[in-house]
């Protein structure tokens, strides 16, 4: 539902809020009801009446907004330009600490790991397992050398 933010997931408040939304439906519902009742029973003219008071009223408030917004100038809105870089070049990245040579073997020996998986049938579906549980660890393996050779 959109007028409730739930900041948790409990079981206790299920419950309850499906309540309110089977209520809150519920008098939607009938409010809807009613007022077809209404217009049902409008005469053929009167319903040609509402329509065109309906059209009037909404195009005419569009077509108000439209020439208070062109006549503004006071109000206009800034573009900005959105760089779409997320991370800094890999050349202007300085890491907080240095990488040593044993993490950095560690790195490679479980790189290579990942790849001595590919070579079997059963070694394949773990490695698969493995990079979908984790998206992005190759990625992450290469930043991790790419730091370590540029120190």
């Known amino acids: 539902m959109f007028f409730i933010k739930q900041k948790k997931n409990n079981a206790a408040d299920a419950p309850i809020i499906q309540a309110i939304a089977d209520k809150w439906i519920a008098c939607k519902k009938r409010v809807a009801l009613f007022l077809q009742v209404k217009y049902e ?12 008071f309906f059209c009037l009223l909404f195009g005419g408030s569009s077509v108000l907004v439209l020439i208070d917004a062109l ?32 993490e950095y073997e560690r790195v490679e020996k479980f790189k290579d790991y ?5 070579k079997t049938k059963e070694g394949k579906q773990i490695a698969d397992s493995l990079l979908t549980g984790h998206p992005g660890l190759l990625d992450s393996i290469a930043l991790f050398e790419s730091i370590y050779l540029s120190q």
Not at 41 to 52: E, F, P, Q
Not at 81 to 101: F, G, Q, R
Not at 114 to 118: K, T, Y
């Open 114 to 118: 990942i790849r001595e998986l590919n």
């Open 71 to 102: 006549k503004r100038d006071d109000k206009k809105i800034g573009i900005i330009k959105i760089s779409k870089t997320i991370m800094p070049p890999l050349a202007e990245h300085k890491p907080d600490s240095v990488i040593t040579k044993s």
């Open 41 to 52: 029973k409008l005469s053929d003219g009167r319903k040609k009446l509402c329509l065109i």
